[in-house]
């Protein structure tokens, strides 16, 4: 049975609803393909360290996750060239992007974060659990240069390739736009393993899914979640969110969370009216 997708109107500049098209198992099998690689990548990275000692560190177990992310990395870029090669399709080039959706998507995920991060404070939600905290504290042990490679390049690169590239890509075809940001970021939520960091990340991963549809550059969401991931490694290590004079961020965040997305949504209308128009045409051909 032909696969086919009808795609309404879109009508100033907002995301298009599809109708799902096409068969669920169908679509989501070759994304399934890398979270299994990730997934076993990861299990025989940690089995060989605690097989070897017995009982292992939570450095060395860290260590053994970040050479299955380096490994992962090298099979999904394998994976993703080879995916756009049977579509044909093409990753929207990083140079070919206004310096302003730059600005405007690095600056919303910056503001966006800070702002769920004091809501939740106010809330009294800790940003993480009893467990986690356990596991963090050790975490923050370690030297700096590890942490920056674990935390802002390794993870996001994986994880974004994992949710805002080959599932996003997947879902949206077959649940339309909407619904395939918010089963995404659902899911990229359930990754993290716990629920209070599992609130940041579901708003997160609905901007980060966001953006990449909007912009169709998958670059741009990884610097945006290493810039995150940035941020929570600064406030961890620092304490800086604690200060007395930390409420001033706070409201500079709620200022300018709107103004960045607006930036983005405004510079990317003409790119998003013009990639309509050719789904248009093609399904109507």
């Known amino acids: 049975m032909a696969r086919t997708t009808k795609m309404l109107k879109n009508r100033g500049g907002r995301l298009q609803k599809g109708e799902p098209g096409g068969r669920l198992p169908e679509g989501l099998l070759p994304a399934a393909a890398p979270f299994v690689i990730y997934f076993l990548l990861h299990g025989i990275a940690v089995t060989g360290v605690m097989s070897g000692q017995g009982e292992a560190s939570q450095a060395e177990l860290l260590s053994a996750s970040a050479v299955a992310d380096v490994c992962a990395v090298v099979a999904f870029l394998f994976l993703w060239r080879r995916e756009q090669c049977i579509r044909g399709t093409q990753e929207a080039k990083a140079g070919g992007l206004h ?3 730059w600005i405007g998507a690095l600056l919303s995920s910056a503001a966006v974060y800070l702002l769920f991060n004091r809501i939740m404070t106010a809330l009294g939600i800790p940003e993480q659990d009893a467990a986690f905290q356990a596991f963090s504290k050790e975490w923050c042990e370690l030297s700096v240069l590890r942490l920056l490679l674990i935390s802002t390049v390794l993870a996001p690169v994986t994880e974004e390739f994992l949710f805002r590239g080959f599932l996003l890509r997947r ?5 339309g736009n909407r619904s395939a940001i918010f089963l995404s970021a659902f899911l990229f939520a359930l990754f993290h393993g716990n629920w209070t960091q599992g609130i940041m990340a579901f708003s997160m991963g609905i901007l980060l899914a966001w953006v990449q549809l909007r912009t169709g550059c998958l670059l741009l969401p990884i610097l945006m979640h290493a810039g995150m991931n940035a941020l929570a490694l600064l406030f961890a290590v620092t304490g800086i969110a604690d200060y007395p ?11 300018l969370a709107p103004m960045g997305i ?22 109507r051909s």
Do not use: F, H, Y
Request: hydrophobic share 45%; glycine share 8%.
């Open 171 to 175: 879902l949206c075809p077959m649940l």
């Open 262 to 283: 607006g930036i983005v949504w405004m510079q990317t209308r003409d790119r998003w009216d013009k990639q309509n128009i050719r789904k248009n045409q093609k399904e």
């Open 245 to 255: 004079a930390g409420w001033k961020l706070w409201v500079l965040s709620a200022l």
């Open 99 to 101: 310096g302003s959706v």
